[in-house]
């Protein structure tokens, strides 16, 4: 079977194209972070494939104790009462198979049934290509479809989050529907259990930012942006609070220290942004920023502090972290609450 080039989002915008036509080919590896996309084109696929008898034409493996054997089994397995049948693999780690096995697998790949569809999933674990196993990596490049699912264009998620709004029966604007992206991230299965708890608790048919930050749940990324926004307007207290928040989370004080260092990174280059005159897009191409709705929090916040301030707090985050992984017996929990209110009065002097 000829094998097109790939599309430039990672395949997606190909298989989108199969299924329109109803020409899905038969080998795929699905990988990426956002998974209710993958989890939709499955369901697509499925609907498509499996037209009866679901028990003979529908199969889901384990990956993590298959054998190529057992999975040659399936996939020769002719259909019922259906044009073709699909076989879904969940978490089988081709890079890691024995030699025999790849042999085996390599030989499956260069003489697969055309009346199957094979779906290699990647959910729990990374899809990491190796060149060096050069016989399998050419037989997957030349057999198998990778799709990569990755986050959404802001412009793509912006009108997705507008869609299951209206189908509850609200509206939100831009600027609002990005307070959510940043406070919740922009991973649709992450956003669909918070834009319904949003939707149940506003009064109002426009969901408004009030709305969010009553019930929504805030990423961890957006909870260490609120703590040194916090400190770089010498508010301890608030800063202490959302730590205090996160540490009854169980969250490990050298990994909050890790994103503590880099907001302050952030903020650090927004600071530099501002003293020589460079705009919000620079500061986004800087940090790789898909919106410019975080260039601006951190202009704002920056605003506030010096480039000394800054440039202190990230020499005061690289030693407590050294304290921390080297020193017998210290505290990180105390050690980030001294760094919080050294930052905090920093600021306010």
């Given at each position: 079977?000829?094998?097109?080039?790939?599309?430039?989002?990672?395949?997606?915008?190909?298989?989108?194209?199969?299924?329109?036509?109803?020409?899905?080919?038969?080998?795929?590896?699905?990988?990426?972070?956002?998974?209710?996309?993958?989890?939709f084109?499955?369901?697509?696929?499925?609907?498509?494939?499996?037209?009866?008898?679901?028990?003979?034409?529908?199969?889901?493996?384990?990956?993590?104790?298959?054998?190529?054997?057992?999975?040659?089994?399936?996939?020769?397995?002719?259909?019922?009462?259906?044009?073709?049948?699909?076989?879904?693999?969940?978490?089988?780690?081709?890079?890691?198979?024995?030699?025999?096995?790849?042999?085996?697998?390599?030989?499956?790949?260069?003489?697969?049934?055309?009346y199957?569809?094979?779906?290699?999933?990647?959910d729990?674990?990374?899809?990491?290509?190796?060149?060096?196993?050069?016989?399998?990596?050419?037989?997957?490049?030349?057999?198998?479809?990778?799709?990569?699912?990755?986050?959404?264009?802001?412009?793509?998620?912006?009108k997705w989050?507008?869609?299951?709004?209206?189908?509850?029966?609200?509206?939100?604007d831009?600027?609002?529907?990005?307070?959510?992206?940043?406070?919740?991230?922009?991973?649709?299965?992450?956003?669909?259990p918070?834009?319904?708890?949003?939707?149940?608790?506003?009064?109002?048919?426009?969901?408004t930012?009030?709305?969010?930050?009553?019930?929504?749940?805030?990423?961890?990324?957006?909870?260490?942006?609120?703590?040194?926004?916090?400190?770089s307007?010498?508010?301890?207290d608030?800063?202490?609070?959302?730590?205090?928040?996160?540490?009854?989370?169980?969250?490990?004080?050298?990994?909050?220290?890790?994103?503590?260092?880099?907001?302050?990174?952030?903020?650090?280059?927004?600071?530099?942004?501002?003293?020589?005159?460079?705009?919000?897009?620079?500061?986004?191409?800087?940090?790789?920023?898909?919106?410019?709705?975080?260039?601006?929090?951190?202009?704002?916040?920056?605003?506030?502090?010096?480039?000394?301030?800054?440039?202190?707090?990230?020499?005061?985050?690289?030693?407590?972290?050294?304290?921390?992984?080297?020193?017998?017996?210290?505290?990180?929990a105390?050690?980030?609450?001294?760094?919080?209110?050294?930052?905090?009065?920093?600021?306010?002097?």
């Amino acid at each position: 079977m000829a094998v097109k080039k790939k599309a430039p989002d990672g395949g997606l915008a190909r298989l989108k194209e199969a299924l329109s036509a109803g020409e899905l080919g038969t080998v795929y590896i699905f990988h990426g972070v956002e998974s209710y996309l993958r989890e939709f084109y499955l369901s697509e696929m499925k609907k498509q494939l499996v037209t009866g008898f679901e028990s003979f034409n529908y199969h889901k493996l384990e990956g993590k104790a298959l054998t190529v054997q057992t999975l040659t089994e399936t996939v020769e397995a002719m259909p019922m009462m259906s044009p073709r049948t699909m076989v879904q693999v969940v978490d089988w780690d081709l890079y890691k198979l024995s030699e025999e096995q790849r042999n085996g697998l390599i030989a499956l790949l260069e003489d697969f049934p055309p009346y199957c569809c094979l779906v290699i999933v990647y959910d729990q674990t990374e899809y990491k290509p190796n060149k060096t196993y050069k016989k399998l990596y050419a037989a997957l490049e030349g057999h198998a479809q990778a799709v990569k699912f990755e986050e959404q264009s802001q412009n793509e998620i912006l009108k997705w989050v507008s869609r299951r709004f209206k189908a509850a029966g609200h509206t939100i604007d831009a600027p609002t529907a990005e307070h959510l992206l940043f406070t919740c991230g922009s991973l649709m299965n992450g956003l669909i259990p918070e834009i319904g708890k949003i939707a149940a608790y506003a009064k109002g048919e426009r969901v408004t930012r009030a709305d969010i930050d009553a019930v929504a749940a805030p990423v961890l990324e957006a909870q260490v942006f609120e703590m040194t926004g916090a400190v770089s307007k010498g508010d301890f207290d608030r800063a202490a609070g959302v730590l205090g928040t996160l540490l009854k989370l169980q969250e490990e004080p050298f990994m909050l220290l890790a994103l503590i260092g880099k907001e302050l990174r952030k903020l650090h280059t927004a600071r530099i942004a501002l003293d020589t005159g460079r705009d919000r897009f620079w500061l986004m191409e800087r940090w790789n920023m898909r919106s410019d709705y975080p260039a601006r929090l951190l202009l704002d916040n920056a605003r506030q502090v010096s480039r000394q301030w800054c440039a202190n707090g990230v020499r005061r985050c690289y030693e407590a972290d050294l304290r921390i992984k080297s020193v017998s017996g210290v505290d990180g929990a105390n050690e980030l609450k001294l760094l919080l209110m050294e930052l905090a009065q920093g600021a306010r002097s």
